[in-house]
């Protein structure tokens, strides 16, 4: 039986680190989760992206092995996430941006 995740799929920015930046790389608390559940089970994600997410990140989650028939695009932009982590790693400085919440009640799995 595949296990079924549903939560925030964003484009992530660590805008600053010790060791170098990433700009606009797969993140999100369903991505995460999705992608160490993967090795254990069938993983069915749900969860909702912008029009601008990009092909590319989904041929990523795809080439897990991750069910994402359950993923949603809307109007608009996809949820994204920045932050800045200083000296030992533990601090950052979040920049997030808007999330998508309510959007569970525009969803029902398999529609």
């Not at 795809?62 to 932050?83: A, P």
């Amino acid at each position: 039986m595949p296990l079924l995740v549903a939560g925030s799929i964003a484009l992530d920015s660590v805008v600053e680190t010790p060791h170098g930046k990433v700009e606009e790389c797969l993140g999100g608390s369903t991505i995460y989760f999705s992608y160490a559940a993967h090795l254990f089970s069938n993983v069915r994600l749900v969860g909702v992206v912008g029009k601008d997410f990009p092909q590319h990140l989904k041929k990523v989650i795809h080439k897990k092995n991750i069910d994402s028939s359950g993923v949603k695009e809307l109007e608009g932009k996809t949820f994204r996430w920045k932050g800045i982590y200083k000296g030992d790693m533990n601090v950052v400085i979040n920049a997030g941006g808007k999330s998508r919440q309510g959007w569970e009640k525009d969803f029902a799995y398999g529609t």
